[in-house]
């Protein structure tokens, strides 16, 4: 299958900073790039879907100031968290979609951000 | 409003038991209903895309079915390695591919 690479895998920083996190696919081209939240045994919770060159579609309740998505190539889509706070301390998760496939998307290995 | 359900939410089997895991999904326009496998602190991993009632797809043990209403996950003689948690999703036509996640069923193979 293909490969979406999801980097860093795990991330601790204090609260009132931003966090980037960055998500590749590796051997195709991305048409759309999706991002997830999740808590812990709780299932994906769509934050944003991306197309490369275009604004990000965020989901009700997601705030896109807090949250900001830059997908600025077919292969790169990027998450920051500004102004990080505690409860923003989650399990966050890319995937990606080819233009083929019906609708198959792959995903990345997920980011642990824990904001102290 | 569309959504997707997973039961039951956690099953626990002997190595070699066989079982269902059953996905039903009440969306208008249904594009498409996938099935991935979680790992503790992984992301999904895909294991199938059905598309239309009576499809049928098969990897290794995992069997994938799909009727109007649900999808079942059947697991043949399951091994511990098959611990996880299974999801399903639906996408709808005209919603750009997103995907709608059931809760999951976390399923443990003892051996």
């Known amino acids: 299958g293909a490969v979406v690479s999801q980097h860093p895998s795990w991330v601790i920083c204090k609260s009132g900073t931003s966090v980037k996190i960055e998500c590749r696919s590796l051997d195709f081209q991305a048409t759309t790039m999706f991002w997830y939240r999740q808590f812990p045994k709780q299932s994906l919770m769509l934050m944003a879907t991306?197309?490369?060159?275009?604004?990000?579609?965020?989901e009700q309740g997601v705030e896109k100031d807090k949250f900001l998505i830059n997908h600025a190539s077919l292969t790169l889509s990027t998450l920051t968290v500004t102004s990080a706070h505690p409860e923003d301390s989650s399990f966050y998760i890319c995937s990606a979609r080819a233009g083929q496939g019906g609708g198959k998307a792959f995903f990345g290995q997920g980011t642990r951000l824990t904001v102290v | 409003e569309d959504q997707v359900t997973q039961s039951p939410e956690a099953l626990r089997l002997q190595e070699g038991e066989s079982s269902s895991l059953n996905c039903s999904y009440t969306v208008s326009g249904l594009r498409g209903l996938f099935w991935y496998r979680q790992d503790p602190g992984k992301g999904p991993e895909f294991l199938f895309t059905l598309y239309s009632a009576g499809e049928e797809k098969e990897k290794e043990r995992l069997k994938a079915t799909l009727t109007k209403k649900e999808s079942f996950l059947h697991i043949t003689a399951p091994k511990p390695e098959d611990s996880a948690t299974y999801l399903c999703a639906v996408t709808q036509r005209g919603s750009n591919y997103k995907l709608t996640f059931g809760k999951g069923t976390l399923l443990t193979v003892n051996p």
């Open positions: 991306s197309n490369e060159g275009s604004k990000a579609t965020y």
